[in-house]
Each structure stands twice: as structure tokens, then as C-alpha cells.
Nanobody, 123 residues
């Protein structure tokens, strides 16, 4: 599967952005979002199974970010509200058919990655 992430940009703190991840095929079960801030390791943000029966979020984004998918478009969205400067990072989407929600937070469990899209939040 090939993944194309888009939607990044620059916003002020408190603002909103919606990221999109377009998949070339549908031969996976889960899609996730990770991010890597300046000088930081890549970290889990959110994930959803393709049937949309399960979602998961990092504690740092719960209540502010929402992950959803549109199967007709083969697209997963990350709706980001109340953005903070610490949300500044390159955001990556990833796909997997081998992981489940018990291992979603582990980047190594996701074999397919898209290119990143940069989100910059200014104070």
C-alpha cells in the first residue's frame, strides 16, 4: 500500500488543522498517525481500524484530535483542534494488517509509511 499524507501547515495556538492520508489500496486493517517533533523520537498519535470499530489516541491528544475514515475515498483523517506549540511536528500516516490495538503505539509494528506532512503551531 502507498500512503499520501497532506494537510499540514502553520497555525497559531488554539487553531485547527485536518490532515488526510490517502491509501492506494485497501489491503490493510489499520491506519495510524505518528509524529516526530524537532529533536524527538517518532511517537504514536492516533489509530483506527478500517471497520472504524476501534480508535486509539495518545494521552497528549485525547479530547483534541479525532481520527476518522472514509472508505469510499480510501482516506483517513486526523482532525486536530486546540493545537498547541508542542504539537509542532512532522506527521506521518502508517498502515498495517499485522498489528492490533494492543500494539498500535509501537512504530515498529507498522510496515507501511507515507511521507510526512509538517504541522507548525506558533504561540
Amino acid at each position: 500500500v502507498q500512503l499520501q499524507a497532506s494537510g499540514g501547515g502553520s497555525v497559531q495556538a488554539g487553531g485547527s488543522l485536518t490532515l488526510s492520508c490517502q491509501a492506494s489500496t485497501f489491503d490493510f486493517d489499520n491506519i495510524g498517525w505518528f509524529r516526530q517533533g524537532p529533536g524527538k523520537e517518532r511517537e504514536f498519535v492516533a489509530a483506527i481500524n478500517w471497520r472504524a470499530t476501534i480508535t486509539g489516541y495518545a494521552d497528549s491528544v485525547k479530547g483534541r484530535f479525532t481520527i476518522s475514515r472514509d472508505t469510499s475515498k480510501g482516506t483517513v483523517y486526523l482532525i486536530m483542534n486546540s493545537l498547541k506549540p508542542e504539537d509542532t511536528a512532522v506527521y506521518y500516516c502508517a498502515a498495517s494488517s499485522t498489528t492490533d490495538d494492543s500494539t498500535w503505539t509501537e512504530a515498529i509494528e507498522w510496515p507501511s509509511w507515507g511521507q510526512g506532512t509538517l504541522v507548525t503551531v506558533s504561540s
